[in-house]
T-cell receptor, first 112, second 113 residues
Framework: EAGVAQSPRYKIIEKRQSVAFWCNPI?????LYWYQQILGQGPKLLIQ????????DSQLPKDRFSAERLKGVDSTLKIQPAKLEDSAVYLC??????????FGPGTRLTVL | AQSVSQHNHHVILSEAASLELGCNYS??????LFWYVQYPGQHLQLLLK??????LVKGIKGFEAEFIKSKFSFNLRKPSVQWSDTAEYFC???????????FGGGTRLMVKP
């Protein structure tokens, strides 16, 4: 069974630039999650989708972060404009019927 | 809001030593509990989980964890660690009433050969 795919694996941008991350969940998984993992900390949930609807985005900084899952499969997470403190690993996870969640390899973002 | 505490940030052990990593959470209701592991250069993987029933849960690679409701704890144990157990370990909690999985800050384990 293929796992959760994410791209790119690494991204370096300057502050105030925009960036987008892509996630392809495990086939058949209705629930998709985006997490932010700052160095030395545990992952923090940014947004959770159930199919193409948002279940929880209470911790998403909506002034600069946006996410969509238009067809209920792939998802993109965008940051516009990026700040230095956005440097982190962005993890995508998916699950069927709730938990447990399966994680992708993450995208490591460095904002200079 | 629920929170998860992992008090040991770094642990260094020799091979064959016993391991216990602490995890405490703050939530008074029913919870689901998890331990995830991240080996160097790899993604997060589920080690074990507790939903209900026997509070002593056995996971992969000889790991186990015990849910003690009165102490709000879910400590991870392994009787004899191996060099290959070198990794970062994350405890996570989900309140039954909600959707959010809350992670602890992680414990970085280094096992010396």
């Amino acid at each position: 069974e293929a796992g959760v795919a994410q791209s790119p694996r690494y991204k370096i941008i300057e502050k105030r630039q925009s960036v987008a991350f892509w996630c392809n969940p495990i086939s058949g998984h209705a629930t998709l999650y985006w997490y932010q993992q700052i160095l030395g900390q545990g992952p923090k949930l940014l947004i959770q989708f159930q199919n193409n609807g948002v279940v929880d985005d209470s911790q998403l900084p909506k002034d600069r972060f946006s996410a969509e899952r238009l067809k209920g499969v792939d998802s993109t997470l965008k940051i516009q404009p990026a700040k230095l403190e956005d440097s982190a690993v962005y993890l995508c996870a998916s699950s069927a019927h709730g938990l447990p969640q399966f994680f992708g390899p993450g995208t490591r973002l460095t904002v200079l | 809001a629920q929170s998860v505490s992992q008090h040991n940030h770094h642990v260094i052990l020799s091979e064959a030593a016993s391991l216990e990593l602490g995890c405490n959470y703050s939530y008074g209701g029913t919870v689901n509990l998890f331990w995830y592991v991240q080996y160097p250069g790899q993604h997060l993987q589920l080690l074990l989980k507790y939903f209900s029933g026997d509070p002593l849960v056995k996971g992969i690679k000889g790991f186990e964890a015990e849910f003690i409701k009165s102490k709000f704890s879910f400590n991870l144990r392994k009787p004899s660690v191996q060099w290959s157990d070198t990794a970062e370990y994350f405890c996570a909690v989900k309140a039954n009433a909600g959707n959010m999985l809350t992670f602890g800050g992680g414990t970085r384990l280094m096992v010396k050969p």
